[in-house]
C-alpha cells in the first residue's frame, strides 16, 4: 500500500504580473523516485523553491507527511525532514569536504555560540557525532577518501555527490536535486544514478529536476511535467512519454519522435 509524503496543491506564484508556476498540484509517495521535467523555463526551479521555502508561493499549500509547510521557513521545512541540493554548485571552498558536509547538520545540533565557546564536554561530544555520520555519508557517496582534501579541488561531479552527502546527513526523508546531472560526464552520471537507487532502497525518497531524458525515464518511478508554469502530464515515464501534450512541449507537432531527441 502507497503513502503519499508530499502533498502539493495548486501551487502558484506570480511575479508582477508573470505567472511562473500556476495552480501545480501532484503528491509524491514514500519511497519513490519522482521527477519533474519540463522545457527551459518551464517553473520547475521556482516550483523546487516554493516546495523548500525559499520562495514563498502566491498561493496554494504543501503538505508534507500531513503537515502544511506552507510559509514556513526553509530551516523549518529542513527541520520537518527535506532537504535540498541547488542547480548551481554551493559548496564552500575554503572548507574541506568533511566540514562541507557537516555543515548540513547543523539543522538537528543542539549548540549555540555560547556552549561551542566554552567547549563543553556535551559540545566536543556532539562534534564527534556529527564527524562520524559526515564520514557515513561520504561513504554513501563512495567519496570517503576525498574527506580531508579541500572542497574546490574535486572534479565537478565528485562536488556533486559532497552536496548529496550533505543533504543526508541530517537524516532526512525526502531530498529534492535540482540538474543533478548537470556538467556530469557520463561515468559520473551512472555514479550519481547508483548513489541516488542505493539511497532509495534503504528508504530514502527524491524529487529531482532534470535535463537528461535517459536518466529520467530509467530511473524515475514517476513524474509530473510543466510547461509554461502549467502541469500537462503526470503518470509514470511510459504513459508520459507516449503523451501527446508532453511531446508537443518538447518537440513542437513532430508527433513521429520522441522526448529523447
Do not use: W
Amino acid at each position: 500500500m502507497t503513502e503519499t509524503i508530499l502533498r502539493v496543491e495548486s501551487l502558484t506564484k506570480q511575479f508582477g504580473g508573470v505567472v511562473a508556476v500556476d495552480k501545480v498540484s501532484f503528491e509524491v509517495n514514500r519511497g519513490e523516485i519522482f521527477a519533474v521535467i519540463g522545457p527551459n523555463g518551464a517553473g520547475k526551479t521556482t516550483l523546487f523553491n516554493m516546495i523548500t521555502g525559499v520562495l514563498p508561493s502566491t498561493s496554494g499549500d504543501v503538505y508534507f507527511e500531513d503537515k502544511r509547510l506552507t510559509k514556513k521557513k526553509p530551516y523549518q521545512i529542513a527541520q520537518a525532514g527535506v532537504t535540498r541540493t541547488f542547480q548551481n554548485l554551493e559548496v564552500f571552498d575554503n572548507m574541506t569536504v568533511i566540514e562541507n558536509v557537516m555543515t548540513g547538520a547543523h539543522i538537528t545540533m543542539k549548540t549555540n555560540m555560547l556552549t561551542a565557546g566554552l567547549r563543553l564536554p556535551g559540545v566536543v561530544k556532539e562534534e564527534v557525532k556529527t564527524m562520524s555520520r559526515a564520514i557515513e555519508c561520504l561513504e554513501h557517496v563512495g567519496i570517503a577518501h576525498l574527506a580531508y582534501e579541500m572542497s574546490n579541488t574535486l572534479p565537478y561531479g565528485s562536488q556533486r555527490l559532497l552536496e548529496i552527502a550533505r543533504a543526508a546527513i541530517s537524516k532526512p526523508k525526502l531530498i529534492l536535486l535540482d540538474e543533478p546531472m548537470a556538467g556530469l560526464n557520463s561515468e559520473e552520471s551512472r555514479q550519481l544514478v547508483d548513489v541516488i537507487l542505493k539511497m532509495r532502497e534503504e528508504g530514502m525518497t527524491f524529487i529531482f529536476v532534470e535535463h537528461d531524458m535517459e536518466t529520467v525515464m530509467s530511473i524515475s518511478d514517476r513524474l509530473v511535467v510543466v510547461d509554461n508554469g502549467v502541469k500537462i502530464g503526470e503518470g509514470t515515464p511510459d504513459e508520459v512519454y507516449k503523451n501527446p501534450k508532453v511531446v508537443a512541449a518538447y518537440l513542437g507537432d513532430e508527433e513521429e519522435d520522441t522526448i529523447y531527441a
